[in-house]
């Protein structure tokens, strides 16, 4: 009896956030990984392991080496949480229109339109010999019908589509399935340590026999079309996602993921176990280039190690990320609350940006750090410009 009473409070208070405003802390931390993906992007250039830029500094190998092993799980997860409060009052068809609408129309204009557009300066350096004359129409038709055709960060926009579609299909056939696994997390606001252990095992369970089985450096796309991801890490987002939507199913606000929970004030110690799982990390790396003979082909024990690590290091990153944006939802982050109603639009279009920048700066003898600040700065200001105005368009505000 008492928890019906808590779930309809909980309800009650869902139903009030809704028409006071959005979830500040949750705004936060997806904008912060947009941002991190425009950090990601600028930095990878000027990395060691990288054939970008011949300027480069070690401290960007460690910074995407960072964003990699977590950021586009979490993003997965964030996206998750917003399915059901969207999914229920429109009902599956409706649901699934507003997301095509949403996702899969600025799929197909980064595809058939911006990633062309960003990827013409990589074709204007390295074309092959005589291909000079090459207008940018010659090298989109090429893209298009001989290839490679690339999307880019746009892939994540048809895997969170066939997420989402996937969701409503779940929600139709199983809702008794969804609701229980909703109580379920639900029960958890008050138990952190069990909450954070279960999240750390599930995230070993979908990605480390994945890693093991195709390796990471797999890529499924079918056919050459521009529909690819990452084939070790298709479990890992659909879990994240669907991790998400069962935070979501319940309570947002009262729930696990509570500004005043006890998940959000321990804070600090998911910040710790992160930074001693991407220890971890760097242990694993550091062995793979100093003590293993076969460069390419580590032995199994040093695979499952670093899947280990990873799974754990993403898993753990992801709940700092959402419980420090909990714990500051009172403070003021300029920043980010700027960029909050343009961080959609700023991450459709920073990649234009990103690599005409970096193509301009290529030739001068900078250091790294000033290559890798004129393209972040400008990527930055430059998408968000670009996504200011477009949102004035009221059909384009509408979609993102």
């Not at 695979?303 to 959402?322: E, H, K, P, R």
């Not at 639009?345 to 250091?367: E, K, N, T």
Request: glycine share 6%; with cysteine.
């Amino acid at each position: 009896m008492g928890s019906n009473k808590m779930l309809r409070k909980t309800d009650r208070s869902d139903r009030t956030l809704k028409v006071r405003g959005r979830i500040v802390a949750l705004d936060r931390a997806r904008t912060f990984i947009t941002l991190l993906v425009l950090i990601h992007h600028s930095a990878v250039n000027y990395t060691h392991f990288g054939n970008g830029d011949k300027m480069r500094w070690l401290g960007f190998d460690l910074i995407v080496l960072f964003n990699d092993s977590f950021f586009m799980a979490c993003m997965f997860l964030i996206s998750g949480l917003f399915v059901h409060g969207s999914l229920t009052p429109r009902g599956a068809a409706d649901f699934v229109r507003n997301r095509a609408w949403r996702l899969g129309i600025p799929f197909l204009v980064s595809i058939f339109v911006l990633m062309p557009i960003a990827y013409y300066p990589t074709f204007l350096r390295y074309h092959l010999p005589g291909t000079t004359d090459f207008s940018f129409f010659h090298f989109w038709w090429r893209t298009l019908t001989v290839g490679p055709w690339p999307s880019g960060p746009a892939w994540f926009l048809w895997v969170l589509l066939a997420l989402n579609i996937a969701a409503a299909v779940l929600q139709a056939v199983s809702p008794r399935l969804l609701k229980t696994s909703g109580l379920l997390i639900f029960s958890l606001r008050d138990r952190p340590w069990t909450a954070f252990a279960a999240f750390l095992a599930a995230s070993v369970v979908i990605y480390v026999p994945m890693r093991l089985i195709v390796g990471d450096m797999s890529w499924l796309e079918p056919d050459g079309y521009p529909l690819p991801i990452q084939t070790s890490r298709i479990l890992l987002y659909a879990g994240y996602f669907l991790t998400g939507f069962g935070i979501g199913a319940v309570s947002l606000r009262a729930g696990i993921l509570s500004e005043e929970g006890a998940l959000a004030r321990r804070w600090p110690l998911w910040l710790a176990f992160a930074s001693l799982f991407y220890g971890a990390i760097l242990l694993q790396v550091y062995a793979h280039h100093n003590w293993i003979a076969d460069f390419d082909s580590p032995p199994l024990a040093w695979q499952a190690g670093y899947g280990l690590a990873f799974s754990l290091f993403s898993a753990a990153m992801t709940f700092t990320v959402l419980t420090v944006s909990l714990a500051f939802a009172s403070s003021r982050m300029k920043l980010l609350d700027a960029m909050r109603p343009n961080a959609y639009g700023i991450f459709l279009a920073h990649y234009i940006f990103i690599i005409w920048l970096q193509y301009a700066v290529y030739d001068y003898s900078w250091p790294a750090f000033v290559k890798f600040a004129v393209v972040f700065a400008g990527t930055l200001a430059l998408s968000w410009a670009v996504t200011a105005l477009l949102r004035k368009i009221p059909i384009v505000s509408r979609m993102i």
